[in-house]
Nanobody, 115 residues
């Protein structure tokens, strides 16, 4: 099972980006999917997660600005990021879980927000 993340880039503060993460190599629908981020010198933190039933969870720092969604038929998860701030600058990693499987990670995509 492979996860391919895309959509990162450079954006000015207040701008928007949408990250995508597509799963391949399996016929099974993944359970939880989501995004972590890690800035230089900081621990990796959970940004948002979504279950196969579309229940969502967000870090307090992104509530009201970020929206996570998924297409189960494509096993693809999205992260719509609005009102971006310089402190959102990080490498964003997607992940996917399935009961009985080790967590799968995407390769990371850089998001840089300039002030």
């Amino acid at each position: 099972v492979q996860l391919q993340a895309s959509g990162g880039g450079l954006v000015q503060a207040g701008g928007s980006l949408t990250l995508s993460c597509a799963t391949s190599g399996t016929i099974f629908t993944m359970d939880d999917m989501g995004w972590y981020r890690q800035a230089p010198g900081k621990q990796r933190e959970l940004v948002a997660s979504i279950t196969s039933g579309h229940n969502t969870n967000y870090a307090d720092s992104v509530k009201g600005r970020f929206t996570i969604s998924r297409e189960n038929a494509k096993d693809t998860v999205y992260l719509q990021m609005n009102s971006l701030k310089p402190e959102d600058t990080s490498v964003y990693y997607c992940y996917a879980d399935r009961t009985g499987w080790n967590r799968r990670w995407g390769q990371g995509t850089q998001v840089t927000v300039s002030s």
